[in-house]
């Protein structure tokens, strides 16, 4: 579990592909100390787990079934990565959480300047659309953003000085791709309520008040 509060950025020293499978060194740019064997950490927001590790640096491993959710196959030598260490009990949730596990593709459409900070403009598939809500939570590259408006395909993110600084958002263009994580507690609460939802999600058949409060929503 993660929070979407990237640490920092790692530079990847090594991208090795072997058919459909992908191993990456990373070095981290900031102070990591202590990494271990096995520890999870997300790499641009998906979950990947240490195969080894020293000073500063460790190694992942990237299936065929991660790449074809994620980005992480277009990565290239010398390139950067936004990283964050797996939330331990009792650390502060300062963003929201996080599972590392990307759902879909978001493809930058526009970036325009509002005062000091920028305001990003991402498409993607709609069917995630029910998930997106205005002034909800999305990861974006492993990074915890507030969606400042929504529809159907798309949303807008407010992007501030310290996390332009802090992340590789200050490098993204219209057209990149970037990992998508959409609202972890939503995803529970539309399964829940799948039986009872119509096409899509959006329009209800047997869902009401009235069912809402008897079953304790």
């Given amino acids: 579990m993660f929070t979407g509060l990237v640490m920092g950025r790692g530079r990847l020293e090594v991208v090795e592909a072997r058919g459909g499978e992908t191993r990456l060194k990373i070095r981290a740019l900031f102070e990591l100390p202590g990494i271990v064997l096995g520890e999870s950490i997300a790499v641009?927001?998906?979950c990947l787990t240490v195969e080894s590790c020293g000073e500063n640096w460790f190694t992942v491993y990237a299936s065929a079934e991660t790449l074809s959710h994620t980005s992480l196959g277009g990565l290239k030598t010398g390139g950067q990565v936004n990283l964050e260490r797996a939330l331990a009990l009792g650390?502060?949730?300062g963003g929201h959480l996080v599972s590392g596990h990307v759902d879909c593709l978001a493809v930058v459409t526009d970036i325009k300047p509002a005062g000091e900070s920028r305001v990003y403009t991402l498409n993607f598939p709609?069917?995630?659309?029910?998930l997106v809500v205005a002034k909800g939570s999305v990861t974006l590259d492993g990074i915890s953003l507030t969606v400042n408006d929504c529809g159907r395909d798309f949303l807008s993110v407010n992007i501030i000085p310290a996390t332009q600084e802090a992340t590789t958002i200050s490098g993204w263009t219209p057209g990149a791709k970037v990992n998508m994580e959409t609202?972890?507690?939503?995803?529970?609460?539309?399964?829940?309520?799948?039986?009872?939802?119509?096409q899509g999600g959006r329009s209800a058949s047997k869902l009401s008040l009235d069912f809402l409060r008897d079953h304790g929503f």
């Fill in 126 to 130: 709609a069917e995630f659309g029910p």
């Fill in 183 to 198: 609202d972890l507690i939503g995803k529970y609460v539309r399964n829940m309520l799948g039986p009872w939802l119509g």
């Fill in 91 to 93: 650390d502060r949730l």
């Fill in 44 to 46: 641009n927001g998906a």
